[in-house]
């Protein structure tokens, strides 16, 4: 299959309540078929979203993030810079994203895309077993969708 | 490149209390508290796990057929341990044997997820530790860290080989992480020839590879005399306790099926039972300062946090299998576990391997063992059989154990006539590990911190202890057994008094 140059991520866990934010902006933009883009999803973490992101020039990630001071349903955008510390997002032998994207910087610099952007929504609960988000998270989500549309345009 | 950075500066501390919050290289979220006495020495050490997920009542009134792609959520580490520990446990709820081809499907898909997970553990988690050493300062001792040391061309290989075995579980499993395709008696789709030429490919490279990585543990670590004696000093990262994994009919060691053996420290062997036995042998203690359980050998019982032949504490894991298991199917593997028996009975090792460090020799044999056994069931060309699904029967009670990457992993499902869940059990490898790693920290903290000496380098020589089980806590943390029970953590002093209440949700 011949790749798109940007790919959408849809990163979280669609059984821990918002957690599962990534997975649903995903789900409801490959709806809109998009042109020029791949959307894909991922209950991943570290080296194996590296490797998806491979081969693109830009990749626009969508998660669920915690942050202190913060009300849920704030909507952020970041860069591969504010990353360099995180305690979750290190899933696959605790190696997380940022030391992930390094590692693909080290040993296949060529392959990985110029533009790495994460879109993050201010979780409320991403421990409680449960398939919907919370209400404040889910009245958010159409402008969470917007904003991942606009950063791919 | 340089030598590793063994043992660094120590400074003296007068705390009286030494947190190591989060731990590092560790899935999930973990806590280890050590008390120091008057004098400084480490009188108590605990190894806390202060999450609950409740999995199990999530499950229950689902179809039981639901259940290999909602267990393997747990986590995104192991997976595909549970999705075929499920799969094996609907066989058993369905009565259903699955096809000669299913079974091979099966045991292919899980060297992918070996070969995928071994790989990721020792380059990413433990090769910090020998490559640069457990003194080198922190933000080099890492997967960056080792790339930088050994190379960029071998980062690459390490990062190919890795992927390798996803693909692998992608092609049969449906998804690289997640997998889809396990049903009761059998697999939902069969592989066509294209697939399993790709795989033989790919399985071959996995050999070579696994070659080299025996060769760099061998070069790096055992030639390492400062190495050798942490691995074999016998007072820190040793424990003498019972061991358990699966075996086939002739002893060797077998990931996807077969009976659970058990042995005692000093070999013996305790029990050999089918999965649906295990609740005479296995038992859950509970702790009150960690939510985590510790299961144990029931005929002898929990006797407290103590090694020996007395205790009922047992492990598990790469070092667990080789213990009770007389080796592996393959010849490289076969030879390298050979090796391995050789160069401790020179030591004066009569028995089983107690020594901690000794997992990770295990893990990098098993990766050999995995690429050989994937080589095996690639090259074999009746896989590509479309007779993927045995008969399946009317819905009851089940079992299924397979070996994660980590140990022993059990799955326990009741169904009513409808196929509806009404109940569930989950015994998972880092759990019954648990009671091992928790004792093993105490030990090490007991053994390395003396007068109040601490550095960052020994503290993490600690936290090497419980490395070696590459344990994952939000798979061992997913039992709730009461919606209204309070969700706290209580910190204790050495005389036990509470001083603090950790609240996580």
Redesign the interface.
């Known amino acids: 299959m011949k790749k798109n140059r940007a790919l959408l991520l849809g990163i979280g866990?669609?059984?821990l309540t918002d957690d599962g934010i990534g997975i649903a902006v995903a789900r409801e933009l490959a709806k809109r078929r998009l042109p020029g883009i791949d959307i894909e999803e991922?209950?991943?973490?570290g080296?194996?979203v590296m490797?998806m992101m491979l081969d693109y020039e830009k990749v626009v990630v969508v998660d669920a993030i915690m942050m202190p001071d913060r009300e849920p349903g704030e909507i952020m955008r970041l860069e591969e810079k504010d990353f360099s510390h995180t305690?979750h997002g290190?899933?696959?032998?605790?190696?997380n994203i940022s030391?992930a994207i390094?590692?693909g910087r080290?040993?296949?610099p060529e392959r990985m895309p110029k533009e790495i952007v994460f879109i993050a929504m201010q979780a409320e609960d991403v421990?409680?077993?449960g398939e919907r988000q919370t209400k404040k998270v889910a009245r958010k989500m159409p402008e969470l969708v917007d904003a991942v549309v606009r950063e791919m345009q | 490149m340089a030598g590793p950075m063994i043992f660094d500066q120590k400074v003296k501390t007068d705390k009286k209390r030494i947190t190591i919050d989060p731990v590092t290289r560790l899935e999930g979220h973990g806590k280890i508290d050590i008390f120091l006495d008057e004098k400084g020495d480490c009188k108590n050490a605990y190894w806390q796990v202060p999450e609950l997920r409740g999995f199990e009542r999530f499950c229950i009134g689902r179809h039981v057929g639901e259940l290999p792609v909602l267990t393997n959520r747990l986590c995104g580490v192991c997976p595909a341990a549970h999705h075929l520990a499920s799969a094996r446990a609907l066989d058993a709820v369905f009565s259903a044997e699955p096809t000669p081809t299913a079974h091979k499907l099966r045991e292919l898909f899980y060297m992918g997820q070996y070969v995928h997970s071994h790989i990721a553990h020792f380059y990413a988690l433990a090769a910090p530790d020998f490559v640069l050493g457990p003194a080198a300062p922190a933000n080099k001792r890492n997967i960056l860290g080792v790339v930088e040391a050994v190379g960029v061309p071998i980062g690459a290989e390490v990062i190919k080989h890795r992927h390798y075995g996803q693909k692998v579980q992608e092609i049969i499993g449906g998804r690289a992480t997640h997998p889809v395709f396990g049903i009761p008696g059998g697999v939902s789709k069969p592989i066509t020839e294209e697939e399993r030429a790709e795989m033989e490919t790919m399985a071959k490279s996995c050999v070579e590879f696994g070659k080299f990585t025996l060769k760099l543990f061998n070069d790096v670590v055992l030639a390492n005399k400062d190495y050798m004696g942490l691995i074999t000093n016998g007072k820190s990262f040793y424990q003498e306790t019972n061991y358990m994994g699966l075996v086939d009919e002739n002893d060797k060691i077998n990931f996807y099926r077969g009976k659970v053996k058990v042995v005692s420290p000093d070999g013996k062997e305790l029990a050999k039972f089918e999965p649906k036995d295990y609740l005479k042998y296995i038992a859950e203690h509970v702790e009150p300062w960690t939510y985590m359980k510790m299961p144990i050998f029931k005929p002898i019982g929990w006797k407290g946090l103590v090694d020996g032949a007395a205790s009922g504490i047992y492990r598990v894991g790469p070092l667990g299998r080789l213990n009770v298991a007389k080796g592996f199917t393959t010849p490289l593997a076969q030879a390298a576990y050979e090796n391995m028996v050789k160069t401790v009975r020179s030591l004066g090792v009569t028995g089983p391997v107690h020594h901690t460090l000794a997992y990770h020799w295990a893990r990098v044999i098993e990766l050999q063992y995995a690429a050989e056994k994937m080589l095996e069931l690639a090259s074999d060309k009746t896989i590509t059989s479309t007779d993927v699904r045995g008969k399946i029967g009317e819905p009851k009670e089940g079992v299924g154990i397979v070996e994660a990457p980590r140990g022993t992993l059990i799955h326990h499902y009741k169904s009513d006539k409808d196929g509806i869940c009404t109940g569930i059990n989950m015994v998972v490898a880092t759990t019954n590990n648990n009671a091992a790693i928790a004792h093993e920290i105490k030990k090490n903290a007991m053994a390395l911190i003396k007068d109040g000496m601490v550095s960052p380098g020994l503290l993490n020589i600690i936290e090497m202890g419980f490395r070696c089980y590459d344990p994952c806590n939000s798979c061992g943390t997913h039992i709730l057994p009461d919606g209204s029970r309070a969700l706290e953590v209580r910190i204790l002093d050495s005389d036990g008094n509470v001083k603090q209440t950790l609240k996580n949700f």
């Open positions: 866990n669609p059984l991922a209950t991943a973490s080296i194996e490797e305690v290190s899933s696959p032998h605790g190696v030391t390094a590692l080290q040993t296949s421990s409680t077993f």
